[in-house]
């Protein structure tokens, strides 16, 4: 079963000298980080700030997320196109969860059960992977959408940064609702705690 992600993305340079993201247990013992060229993510100690493992994962480990419990970390390979689960005790990988298009984020309501994967094509999409790894719905969105969940799992809005719009996904019914167009490039979005006002960040414009 998938558990519910805390996820981190960093952009800073890894080790291998690309972008890479990363991953905090939410005791903030341990980070995960990914290592694009290395087709791996490095388990690191905060306390000792030692790397405790280096994991091979597959091609492209782009995004990275961790369980409530710190029991297991996601990494999303976009050029295998897959989802790979790696174990933080034993420091080994799982099975990989195919995909059919490349993901460009992934992210788990709260309450777990299943997840949120996103593919930055044109149109982009979001799809739901459920807790047997089962896919429900492909729900279109714009290009480029980036996604934000309320924090009772009930609600979702994915911002498009390519396609100028905002969009709201009922996370109950797996369905989707009509696109809204925003000023400029959608970059961020924060959805207040009563659900009723959602404040987007527009790329270049300065709000």
């Not at 174990?87 to 788990?108: I, N, W």
């Amino acid at each position: 079963m998938f558990p519910s992600f805390q996820s981190a993305p960093g952009g800073k340079t890894g080790r291998n000298g690309l972008a890479s993201t990363e991953a905090m247990t939410l005791d903030g013992s341990t980070v995960v980080v990914t290592n694009g060229i290395d087709r791996s993510v490095s388990v690191i100690d905060l306390a000792s700030r030692a790397v405790l493992a280096t994991v091979a994962v597959g091609a492209g480990p782009a995004n990275v997320a961790i369980s409530a419990n710190g029991a297991t970390a996601w990494v999303a390979c976009v050029l295998d196109r897959t989802l790979v689960p790696v174990d933080l005790r034993t420091h080994r990988a799982g099975a990989a969860v195919h995909l059919a298009t490349t993901p460009s984020d992934l992210s788990l309501p709260a309450t777990g059960g299943a997840a949120w994967v996103m593919s930055a094509s044109s149109p982009g999409s979001v799809r739901f992977l459920t807790a047997n790894n089962g896919f429900g719905p492909s729900l279109p969105v714009g290009n480029g959408p980036s996604l934000a969940i309320a924090h009772d799992s009930s609600t979702a809005w994915v911002a498009s940064s390519l396609s100028d719009t905002v969009q709201h996904l009922d996370t109950t019914g797996q369905s989707g609702g009509p696109a809204i167009h925003v000023p400029r490039a959608p970059v961020g979005l924060v959805l207040t705690p009563d659900r009723r006002t959602l404040l987007v960040l527009g790329f270049g414009d300065g709000v």
